[in-house]
């Protein structure tokens, strides 16, 4: 068979200053087993397990959110649209459809009118995005925590 996959992903953190940074990581932990057998064997990631919400969000045409923090840690998956995710130290990134990110920027310190990140829409059309949120996830304290 083929060699596992690596899916990147971009992390959005906080060091321990409080400062949020965004870091480009990769899934690589994948085993070959059925979902269900008798189903073909496909390359599967590490379960997480626990309490989640999951929510479709639409971000306007133009829609620019103030310096916020995510409520808790969560998945974002852009389905259609592009967005943006700008964090303290400086960085932006622009995401379409099929790049994830990973926002787990608790526990920031405001510096300089900055706490956490901002977030907006890219182009001419809206950004449609699906959040996995973790009810009870404890916040990862490095970057890359999944792989």
Not at 63 to 85: A, C, M, T, Y
Not at 101 to 106: E, I, K, L
Request: hydrophobic fraction near 35%; proline fraction near 10%; charged fraction near 20%.
């Amino acid at each position: 068979m083929n060699e596992p996959p690596r899916i990147p992903y971009w992390h959005l953190w906080s060091d321990a200053e409080g400062v949020s940074h965004q870091q480009r990581c990769a899934l690589s932990e994948f085993e070959l087993k059925s979902m269900q057998p008798p189903a073909a064997p496909q390359w599967q990631g590490t379960r997480t397990h626990g309490a989640m919400s999951v929510l479709v969000t639409v971000q306007p045409v133009g829609w620019v959110g103030d310096w916020h923090e995510n409520p808790k840690p969560q998945w974002i998956v852009p389905l259609s649209g592009r967005w943006f995710v700008e964090s303290m130290d400086g960085t932006r990134v622009e995401m379409g459809a099929g790049e994830i990110s990973f926002g787990a920027d608790q526990h920031c310190r405001e510096l300089s009118g900055r706490r956490g990140h901002r977030s907006g829409t890219v182009g001419d059309a809206p950004a449609v995005l699906m959040v996995v949120q973790f009810d009870d996830a404890p916040v990862p304290g490095l970057p890359c925590a999944f792989r």
